[in-house]
């Protein structure tokens, strides 16, 4: 069995939940209203944006989002319908599948980019000093790999 948290662990995890939940909340409600786009379109599309040639295979885009197989499937799946990504067989490897961001996907995420970095920096950037956002960092990067 583990080993009871502290007082002050406690209070530690138990603010780190609530502030978190409250973040991803605002940033998906303000992005949803602004652009339509959910949390996970978002993500998407940057890292689709981000990958050579503008594709990804469907198991490594869920991987780098954190994502299971039948999540990403379903998010795909959406995007597809909304003109965002298109799903078509692997250069070179038919067997496996890429999403690969359309034109109007392209689109969306530059009409949506600054008034989701807006609220970034509203609600996160600018309420921390830069040694805060270096430790963050750091200690975000510590968790990911564990």
Known sequence: MAEPLSE????????FIESSWA??????DELRTATGLSMNDYHVLVTLAD??????????LASRLVLS????TYQISSMVKR????????????????????GEGLTALRAAAPAHLETV???????????ELAVIGRAFAK????
């Open 8 to 15: 002050s662990q406690l209070q530690h995890w138990r603010t």
């Open 23 to 28: 973040l991803h909340t605002t940033l998906e």
């Open 51 to 60: 990958a050579p040639g503008r594709r990804m295979r469907m198991g490594e």
């Open 69 to 72: 197989p039948s999540r990403i």
């Open 83 to 102: 003109g965002l990504v298109e799903k078509q067989s692997c250069l070179g490897d038919g067997r496996g599948q890429e999403a690969v961001l359309t």
């Open 121 to 131: 920096r509203q609600r996160f950037i600018d309420v921390l000093d830069d040694e």
């Open 143 to 146: 968790i990911r790999k564990v």
